[in-house]
Nanobody, 119 residues
């Protein structure tokens, strides 16, 4: 089994910063990619940022230049540094990882962490 444990959410004023962390543990052979998704009330879950094993990154247009994703492979941990936060960034943020276990790879999700940006 694999667990993804997120931390770092909270309430911040517009223009402020937060840093999210997500640590993967359990039966892990390797991790192909890790990323962050978010879901606002009444909206579909959307990709925020992802980073693959080689270090390449991908960002939603709405967060480019403000958010930075990084990864510590030794700790199986992914981070999301969020700067210049806007009220429209308010959502539950979910960590996601594609994890290789022996001969198969599976997608895992964290439990979600609330980010609220006040105007």
């Amino acid at each position: 089994q694999v667990q993804l444990v997120e931390s770092g959410g909270g309430l911040v004023q517009a223009g402020g910063s937060l840093r999210l962390s997500c640590a993967a543990s359990g039966s892990i052979f390797s991790i192909n990619s890790m990323g962050w998704y978010r879901q606002a009330p009444g909206k579909q879950r959307e990709l925020v940022a992802e980073i693959v094993s080689g270090g390449s990154t991908n960002y939603a247009d709405s967060v480019k230049g403000r958010f930075t994703i990084s990864r510590d492979n030794a700790k199986n941990t992914v981070y999301l540094q969020m700067n210049s936060l806007k009220p429209e960034d308010t959502a539950v943020y979910y960590c996601q990882a594609i994890i290789v276990q022996r001969v198969t790879s599976n997608r895992y999700w964290g439990q979600g962490t609330q980010v609220t940006v006040s105007s």
